[in-house]
């Protein structure tokens, strides 16, 4: 696919899975869409049969524990929406109109790589606008406990150096180096899955949350072993999905940035607040390959849903 191309999906995707949260079972269709149309979803199923168009940007963020969520909670929100958008931006995937009946997108095995499968199945298609990138100009920073994060100049693409560090000896301290491309996406990230601690995920049932949590769809840590019989997928699985739900949230921004995304402790607050101090001075950035504005053909209708209130993001 030409880089300085837009590109949608060549056919429509049908997918349908349970929420980690809430535990229903989701449909979800991507839709080709237009240039310059950008990522949308189109949250249906709200009460009195309302329907309501969210843009998947970082102006749209209203909660950042656990997941993250784009829209508004009394009038339609969707959660967990990092892993298809990391599926999106990984893959070069410019404008989706995102259809989804459920309040959160589906976790499937907790990773990105189900939505991979999906779009890899159906394959991409150049639209007919140039490619927008967001050109980090100027060194930003966030900062949350011991975690921050870091967007700096990059003369191409976009790099990512992010590391973690956890007291318990499963984990410890992990770093993961290296540029998005569709290649490495797929290689080295798209696969590693979400995980936590059996005893916070303990708390969140008794709490009514997690409730789709399962060793399906999340990699559990016990006190002395990985419970999944499986085992894990990389030896620094952690790291990658740590790298993985950075790739979504920064996605977030609109438009692929070029740049690097340092992290040390992050998690999607820290992602989010990164993307905020970028958008605080125009002189953070510049807009290069710029094209006409997007013009959306759809119109929004305000209707009503509740978002659960997630655990703290820790890290």
């Given at each position: 696919m030409k880089l300085g191309q837009q590109v949608t999906l060549r056919a429509p995707v049908s997918m349908s899975g349970t929420g980690v949260h809430s535990g229903k079972d989701i449909?979800?269709?991507?839709?080709?869409?237009?240039?310059?149309?950008?990522?949308?979803?189109?949250?249906?199923?709200?009460?009195?049969?309302?329907?309501?168009?969210?843009?998947?940007?970082?102006?749209?963020?209203?909660?950042?524990?656990?997941?993250?969520?784009?829209?508004?909670?009394h009038q339609g929100a969707v959660a967990t929406v990092e892993h298809l958008m990391a599926a999106f931006m990984g893959l070069g995937v410019d404008n989706v109109l995102v259809e989804i009946d459920g309040p959160e997108?589906?976790?499937?095995?907790?990773?990105?790589?189900?939505?991979?499968?999906a779009i890899d199945a159906v394959g991409l298609v150049r639209c007919s606008a140039p490619r927008r990138h967001l050109k980090v100009l100027r060194p930003v920073r966030a900062t949350l406990g011991i975690g921050t994060a870091e967007l700096l100049p990059r003369a191409r693409?976009?790099?990512?150096?992010?590391?973690?560090?956890?007291?318990?000896?499963?984990?410890?301290?992990?770093?993961?180096?290296?540029?998005?491309?569709?290649?490495f996406f797929r290689r080295e990230i798209a696969r590693a899955r979400t995980f936590g601690f059996i005893g916070d995920v303990e708390k969140l049932w008794k709490a009514g949350f997690a409730l789709g949590a399962s060793l399906d769809n999340t990699v559990a840590?016990?006190?002395?072993?990985?419970?999944?019989?499986?085992?894990?997928?990389?030896?620094?699985?952690?790291?990658r999905h740590k790298m993985l739900d950075a790739v979504g949230d920064l996605s977030l921004a609109g438009m692929p940035i070029q740049g690097t995304y340092k992290s040390f402790c992050g998690g999607h607050r820290l992602?989010?607040?990164?993307?905020?101090?970028?958008?605080?001075?125009?002189?953070?950035?510049?807009?290069?390959?710029?094209?006409?504005?997007?013009?959306?053909?759809?119109?929004?209708?305000?209707?009503?849903?509740?978002?659960?209130?997630?655990?703290p993001d820790v890290h």
């Open positions: 449909s979800l269709h991507l839709h080709p869409a237009q240039a310059r149309h950008g990522i949308v979803f189109l949250r249906t199923g709200l009460p009195g049969g309302e329907d309501r168009l969210i843009e998947a940007r970082s102006t749209e963020v209203a909660a950042t524990e656990l997941c993250t969520v784009i829209g508004d909670r997108v589906p976790i499937f095995d907790g990773s990105s790589q189900a939505f991979v499968e693409g976009f790099g990512l150096d992010v590391e973690i560090k956890f007291d318990n000896p499963l984990i410890g301290r992990q770093r993961k180096v290296g540029e998005l491309t569709p290649d840590i016990g006190e002395e072993r990985i419970l999944n019989p499986e085992g894990l997928r990389f030896a620094d699985e952690f790291v992602n989010v607040a990164v993307l905020e101090e970028l958008f605080s001075d125009r002189a953070n950035y510049a807009i290069v390959d710029d094209g006409a504005r997007r013009e959306s053909g759809y119109a929004e209708i305000g209707g009503g849903i509740a978002v659960p209130a997630f655990a």
